[in-house]
């Protein structure tokens, strides 16, 4: 017996070699493999081949790989049935796709094939997520080998149904034409790698701009590649615009941009984009500051004790309302992202609006924060000129104008801290005399129940100016955040 060879490893190979009769079988090696492994596994494996329908077992007796018979019986030690399966279909459609999975390491091997056994990706899928990896470098393939490990199936899926230029904007994701200089390309040999497949960015552009650390780039990977099971996202399209907003960011804002997409997948691409949008690459709302200040504020809000909403709702009226071309939204966002509850005040302030634009047909939203640069003054007898602000400008099918003032405040909810209850009711008062000088009607949305009676709100009507014609018992109203469809 040659080298101590068991008899049924050789009497393996020999059927290995009857199931592929146009692969050249290295009996000897193939022997000395069987040998190594345990009974079990050795039948499993070499059953395998017997299974191989007849495109799999052609393609072994023509492909190019060095020892294929050697590899595929590495690949059916490794993965199994499922291993043959995927390699049956590959060698029916795309033998190229079929030389990388017989070539690749085990792991990789193993969670490519997982992906295709599970359902989670296509033949053709498959063969798509094999060539982009193949047409990484050493560098790539590692850092997509440890996405596969985080994020197993996804990974697949994303490699499978992105095109090539952005499957290779997220894989060479580092540096980018961001706002403030790192030096010149050769700076960036730690930071960025490319595809063999002539990268969609040039080093000219990852030249410049901020870079992400191997942890950050691994993060944002894993939340497109949680994103990619997202039916309404665009994974060829979103994704290129996310890599794009991520890159031309920097420092807090970059990190709350990764830090989102990572933690909350489609909507942290969302999020992203949509205020990223807000800048110079679409509505041209806000400066690229702004924006950034934008992103961390959502990014703080998101994990505060005091958010309403989901961030990624805020961003989605936000959207609406930028699409809908209405007046100050720069200015309301500019006044909402200070701190939590000022974002908090912006995110009920977007979430009126909108539902006026959508459920309201007796209303037209013709502004956002109008304040006295928007001609919001009056002169006030005693007191002279004054100023004020309403949330939101609107005007009635009858044409009378209405002023809306979103209050998270409860005002039944204060305490008892002398100077900010005077503040709270000097503010309402002031707001109760301008604007009944400026809009037909005044609606604050409030939380408070039975608003006229507490005590706050009460005193600053009874002492208020109110301007002639402006009767507050019916021009001056009081709703809660669900009755904003009533207003008009």
């Excluded at 070699?17 to 499993?44: E, F, I, Y």
């Excluded at 094939?113 to 047409?135: F, M």
């Excluded at 129940?449 to 507050?472: K, L, Q, T």
Aim: hydrophobic share 30%.
């Amino acid at each position: 017996m040659p080298n101590g060879i068991k008899p049924t490893a050789l009497r393996r190979a020999g059927k290995v070699d009857d199931a592929v009769p146009d692969a050249d079988v290295p009996t000897g090696r193939m022997s000395a493999k069987l040998n190594d492994m345990p009974g079990p596994r050795r039948q499993r494996t070499t059953e395998q081949f017997d299974r191989l329908d007849s495109d799999g077992s052609d393609y072994l007796g023509n492909t190019d790989v060095d020892d294929a018979s050697l590899k595929a019986a590495d690949l059916f030690e490794n993965t199994g049935p499922k291993g043959r399966r995927a390699l049956n279909d590959l060698a029916d459609g795309d033998r190229e796709a079929a030389d990388v999975l017989l070539e690749m390491d085990p792991n990789t091997q193993w969670r490519f094939t997982r992906a295709y056994d599970s359902g989670e990706v296509d033949g053709d899928e498959l063969g798509t997520a094999l060539r982009r990896y193949d047409g990484l470098d050493s560098d790539g393939k590692q850092e997509f080998d440890d996405m596969l490990a985080r994020n197993g199936d996804d990974a697949t899926k994303l490699a499978a149904r992105t095109d090539s230029d952005t499957f290779d904007d997220i894989m060479s994701l580092g540096c980018g034409p961001g706002r403030s200089s790192l030096g010149g390309a050769g700076s960036l040999t730690d930071e960025a790698y490319y595809s063999v497949n002539a990268p969609s960015r040039s080093m000219a552009a990852l030249a410049s701009g901020s870079c992400l650390s191997d942890d950050d780039k691994a993060d944002f990977r894993a939340g497109l590649a949680k994103a990619s099971n997202d039916p309404d996202i665009d994974v060829e399209e979103d994704f290129s615009d996310a890599v794009d907003a991520v890159e031309t960011l920097d420092g807090d804002s970059q990190q709350a941009a990764v830090d989102m997409v990572n933690d909350l997948g489609a909507d942290g691409v969302r999020v992203t984009n949509g205020a990223t949008d807000l800048g110079s690459r679409k509505h041209s709302v806000l400066t690229d500051s702004e924006v950034d200040d934008l992103l961390t504020s959502y990014d703080s809000y998101r994990n505060s004790d005091i958010a309403t909403r989901d961030v990624a709702d805020v961003q989605k009226d936000i959207d609406q309302i930028a699409e809908s071309e209405v007046g100050g939204l720069d200015s309301a966002i500019k006044n909402g992202v200070n701190s939590d509850t000022q974002l908090k005040g912006l995110d009920q302030e977007v979430d009126i609006t909108t539902d006026l634009m959508d459920n309201n047909d007796n209303v037209v939203v013709k502004d956002m924060s109008v304040d006295g640069d928007d001609g919001m003054s009056a002169t006030i007898p005693g007191e002279g000129r004054r100023e004020s602000e309403v949330d939101i400008d609107i005007e009635s099918t009858d044409g009378r104008t209405i002023g809306v003032e979103s209050k998270n405040q409860d005002y039944d909810s204060v305490p008892p801290v002398g100077d900010y209850r005077e503040n709270l009711y000097d503010d309402l008062r002031n707001k109760f005399n301008v604007v009944s000088r400026n809009r037909d009607e005044m609606v604050i949305v409030t939380p408070t129940e039975n608003p006229r009676s507490n005590d706050i709100i009460s005193r600053a009507i009874e002492d208020a100016d109110f301007a002639d014609g402006f009767d507050p018992d019916s021009d001056l109203r009081f709703v809660s955040p669900d009755e904003t469809s009533t207003i008009g």
